[in-house]
């Protein structure tokens, strides 16, 4: 089983249940069994004279280890795209690695994103191309439609994310500002047969909103993206030049993405390998097989992670105090993402780290409880934590530094709490990605002397 490593403060049953829920979406795996067990259309790229491999995400490396270990030499080119730290120092026969920005595109970006498609370039019907999509590649490899430059994607980026806008409303702008997006990469490897295995990192895994749908028909249009922008109250911040851009698009004067039912998609094939749902039925069977009564709440949650830090401490209560839903020892397992919507100025976090400190005044006290928010990927915002792990005694332990957790929850600055209090788990790069998981622990009561 994945190890986690000891440093985390969590008692062994609950590092092991993460590690069950990371290895059950471990890409490496899921490439190489997808390869090896192939659907039809697999099949048929496997036998094709020429394999273009275009790797695309935070689990680029590994995804595109499985498929040169399947494929071998038939690989005529390959390009790994990903996020620095997330690429091991050795090279990988046959591939070339970059590295572009996340969560907001960088020249790495733009250089990527331009190495794609010349390895794209010159393809035959008779050729294929395999893409290995996961989460954060929205990001990793940008081509902005001329005249928009990277300045602009970097300026519109920041702002949805500040703004709080869920990842299928930022895309819906991305693909209307960005050549790889919303089917330009199948675009770009017509006529060639396409397979894209995708580890999904959004919710419902819609195939169209994961790495802003490189090879899938657009259903949003420029309307779409002018009132997600509207909507948050950004048209009026965008840099000049997008805003031109997209007032363009709604007098007809640039083309569409390619929407559902053009033939450009009738040679691409798509295939989910991992999501988020695997990998909290292995942390449920995991925790079960550990001696906990569980269940799983839900793996659609969403909202301001504050809010949902607060509901998920009110369950937590509830376990402790009344053995419900579920009695002592008890694990109750939740799946999602949450937002955070930030001010002009504001701390450092992530979600997952402001959902746990947004618990922590309502837990004070509860003996054995943990409320645990992690990211799948390791990286909890611009941080080098993959969440933050909050109990009954984060409070009096805040207190005696004289930390007020209203006062760093009001600046959207959990990192530097839980940094000076404990609680901070740094797993580092865990090379898969597939939103976030939340446990709500009661563990067994301590035995009295």
Not at 68 to 85: C, D, F, P, Q, S
Not at 156 to 182: F, M, P, Q, W, Y
Not at 243 to 254: F, K, M, Y
Not at 281 to 302: C, D, S, V, Y
């Amino acid at each position: 089983m994945t190890a986690l490593t000891d440093a985390l403060p969590l008692p062994e049953p609950l590092r092991q249940v993460l590690a069950a829920a990371l290895e059950a979406v471990d890409p490496y795996l899921a490439v190489k069994r997808a390869l090896e067990t192939p659907d039809p259309p697999t099949q048929a790229l496997l036998a094709a004279p020429r394999v273009v491999v275009i790797a695309l995400g935070k689990a680029a490396f590994p995804m595109a280890r499985a498929a040169r270990e399947v494929l071998g030499e038939r690989i005529a080119r390959g390009v790994v795209v990903t996020k620095a730290g997330y690429a091991p120092d050795d090279a990988l026969p046959g591939f070339r690695v970059h590295i572009g920005g996340h969560p907001v595109p960088t020249e790495g970006s733009v250089r990527a994103a331009a190495a794609i498609f010349a390895a794209l370039r010159g393809l035959r019907p008779e050729d294929a191309v395999l893409l290995l999509i996961s989460g954060g590649g929205s990001a990793l490899a940008t081509a902005p439609h001329l005249p928009l430059t990277l300045a602009d994607m970097q300026r519109t980026t920041a702002l949805l994310l500040a703004s709080g806008a869920a990842i299928e409303e930022i895309n819906a702008v991305r693909k209307h500002l960005d050549a790889v997006k919303g089917g330009g990469l199948a675009r770009a490897a017509a006529p060639a047969r396409v397979v894209a295995l995708v580890l999904s990192d959004v919710l419902g895994d819609p195939l169209d909103a994961i790495a802003s749908g490189p090879a899938v028909p657009d259903p949003t249009t420029f309307a779409d993206a002018w009132q997600v922008l509207a909507s948050r109250g950004l048209t009026d911040r965008l840099p000049p030049a997008v805003r031109e851009w997209l007032q363009r698009g709604l007098r007809g004067e640039v083309p569409e993405t390619p929407k559902p039912g053009d033939p450009l998609f009738a040679r691409v094939h798509h295939r989910i390998v991992g999501n988020l749902a695997l990998a909290v039925e292995a942390a449920a069977a995991e925790a079960r097989r550990r001696g906990f009564h569980t269940a799983i709440a839900t793996t659609a949650l969403q909202g301001e992670a504050g809010e949902i830090g607060r509901g998920l401490a009110a369950v937590l209560q509830e376990m402790a105090r009344r053995d419900r839903p579920l009695p002592r020892p008890a694990c109750l397992l939740l799946g999602g993402e949450t937002t955070v919507t930030l001010g002009e100025t504001h701390g450092l976090g992530g979600r997952n780290q402001e959902l746990a400190l947004a618990a922590v005044e309502a837990l004070a006290g509860l003996p054995d409880v943990w409320l645990i928010s992690f990211a799948t990927d390791g990286t909890d915002g611009p941080t080098d934590a993959a969440g933050a792990v909050a109990t009954g005694e984060t409070l009096a332990r805040a207190r005696t530094l004289g930390l007020a957790p209203a006062d760093f929850l009001r600046r959207h600055d959990a990192y530097h709490f839980w940094d000076a209090v404990g609680g901070l788990l740094r797993t580092g790069p865990t090379q898969t990605n597939v939103n976030d998981l939340m446990l709500l622990v009661t563990m067994p009561p301590r035995a009295t002397a």
